[in-house]
């Protein structure tokens, strides 16, 4: 894969929420082995998460790589809180989790997320997992601003 040139290069901020170390540290790994400069921010659930956005401390734009299963406040709390948030509501957000449960999977997709993944494919299939992330903000545009 190419080194993306300062022409193509899009910032964009991953920010990764969940509680799972050994997970969040594959999906740096990963970003790693892709060669992404993307700035990587981590929260350990929801509530954190939530926090750093609200205090500024994500840099616009970004996209969410969300786990549903989190102490405190879960990922499905999260995404309510988060789109009821008229300064949050724009966020992509791509939920991974283990979780293969229909109601999380459409309860996921109401909330309006741009995909939901089973941790257990990104086990087989983790680069290209993070490849269709990287391709969508290489190609769709994101706000930068809160509004």
Not at 61 to 79: A, H, K, S
Not at 100 to 108: I, T
Request: charged fraction near 30%; proline fraction near 4%; hydrophobic fraction near 45%.
């Amino acid at each position: 894969m190419q080194t993306p040139d300062k022409q193509s290069y899009k910032e964009v901020t991953l920010f990764i929420v969940d509680d799972d170390d050994i997970d969040a540290i594959a999906l740096e790994r990963a970003l790693r082995k892709l060669r992404l400069l993307n700035t990587v921010r981590r929260a350990r659930d929801g509530q954190e998460a939530l926090d750093l956005l609200r205090a500024g401390e994500i840099p616009a734009p970004f996209i969410i790589l969300l786990d549903l299963n989190m102490p405190r406040m879960n990922g499905l709390e999260f995404l309510e809180a988060l789109r009821i948030d008229p300064m949050l509501t724009h966020a992509v957000v791509f939920v991974l989790t283990t979780s293969k449960s229909d109601e999380d999977l459409v309860a996921a997709y109401r909330k309006h997320v741009a995909g939901y993944v089973f941790k257990q494919h990104m086990d087989r299939d983790f680069l290209e997992v993070i490849g269709l992330v990287e391709h969508y903000w290489r190609l769709v545009e994101l706000p930068v601003t809160k509004e």
